[in-house]
């Protein structure tokens, strides 16, 4: 697989329509293409004006589509242990029926969705994978999981497996409680490796790029600049930054020239907070844009005529978070910049970077919301700015 495009956004963006054009485009230059959808709220099929299923159907020439379906994705990637969690809770007294349901864990959905990705990955059926992703990055911070087990599992995986063969008989004395036994210990390694290799895939800017997906909206761009904060927080490569529903220029009357205005102001804000990411441009269509046709003029729109929407539009991390030592370290690429322009304040959950007459308004993630800025710091070309511990 040459290259992974993820899109994602708040609800309601427009993420289904820029994805599924982003793949009709990658189709017709040749490249073998998927469109996927992670989102449990489906439209991708609707978009392409194709019936969709678990797994990818052909749609048109080197396009092809899928939209998961949690039951089958579940069986699929967390079949054995989801399986013994609803035993267990089964044996706690829960219903058979509530045990099922109950064993879906809060963000397996969205993880057994994205593993797909890893999947073709490994497979190499595609040239390019395009992600309609659910309305938010939660389901990339999950992927943050092994890193978090990792020490445990690593740990006491071997002592598990070695403790296991002697405790099941000693417990089976005393009680009907059900024990993983070493085709759920081999689940949960496979599981964990495979997490893994799904993160380190994400987190490979050579073969993937996230794309954000906004309106000229004053509540839409901060949820944007949030879910950039998390994404850069984890390691994420962001390429660029797709504004979509922009009031064309022609459009006359009264009512749509405040609407222009507003929009006009909007855009100078998202070219600034977002700033070196490029800013692609969707005008309002006056028509829906669903088919194979709509799409590609959508897709012209993104990438130009004939353009490639698989290239890297953007490399490098302008800002990057990073914790050691119990500190948590900002830091904001700032080149051809000298350290007596800067100025730095910080509000709120806002980080407000001053320079000359230009401010910078970072959003910042919800780990560092109730931290203090310790000492900020500008050197080579780079502002760093260091949060003291709880």
Not at 90 to 96: C, I, N, S, V, Y
Not at 188 to 210: M, Q, W, Y
Request: charged residues 25%; negative net charge; contains cysteine.
């Amino acid at each position: 697989m040459s290259r992974i495009l993820l899109f994602t956004g708040k609800g309601g963006t427009g993420k289904t329509t820029v994805s599924a054009a982003t793949a009709v485009c990658a189709a017709k230059l040749g490249y073998k293409t998927l469109a996927i959808s992670t989102d449990s709220a489906h439209s991708l099929g609707d978009s392409l004006e194709h019936e969709l299923g678990p797994e990818p159907s052909l749609v048109s020439k080197n396009l092809w589509a899928q939209e998961s379906n949690i039951l089958y994705n579940l069986e699929k990637h967390w079949g054995t242990i989801k399986k013994w969690l609803a035993a267990l809770m089964a044996w706690r007294g829960l219903d058979e029926i509530v045990a099922e349901e109950v064993a879906v864990l809060p963000g397996m959905e969205e993880v057994a969705n994205l593993l797909w990705v890893y999947y073709y990955e490994q497979e190499q059926n595609y040239d390019v994978v395009v992600v309609d992703c659910a309305p938010t990055a939660e389901s990339l911070r999950l992927l943050t999981l092994p890193e978090v087990a990792g020490w445990w599992f690593k740990k006491l995986l071997p002592v598990g497996r070695k403790l296991m063969p002697i405790a099941t008989p000693i417990v089976n004395r005393v009680t009907d409680m059900p024990l993983p036994d070493k085709e759920i210990l081999d689940s949960v390694e496979e599981l964990f490796n495979r997490l893994e290799g799904l993160r380190a895939l994400l987190s490979d800017p050579k073969k993937t790029s996230i794309r954000l997906l906004l309106n000229p909206e004053k509540m839409v761009i901060k949820e944007a600049q949030r879910t950039y904060a998390y994404l850069n927080l984890y390691g994420y490569p962001t390429d660029a930054v797709v504004c979509n529903r922009i009031i064309p220029a022609g459009a006359d009357g009264a009512y749509f020239e405040k609407w222009k205005k507003a929009q006009a102001e909007y855009l100078r804000d998202i070219e600034e907070r977002f700033s070196p990411l490029p800013v692609m441009r969707v005008p309002l269509l006056d028509t829906e844009a669903v088919g194979l046709k709509r799409l590609a003029e959508v897709g012209e729109y993104l990438y130009g005529r004939g353009g490639d929407p698989t290239r890297v539009f953007f490399e490098g991390q302008p800002i990057s978070i990073e914790h050691n030592d119990g500190l948590y370290t900002l830091t904001m690429k700032l080149p051809f910049v000298s350290k007596g322009d800067v100025s730095l304040l910080h509000s709120g959950d806002e980080l407000v970077v001053t320079i000359g007459n230009q401010r910078r308004s970072i959003i910042l993630p919800q780990v560092l919301l109730e931290r203090q800025v310790k000492e900020a710091k500008f050197d080579a070309g780079e502002l760093k700015v260091i949060f003291e511990e709880d």
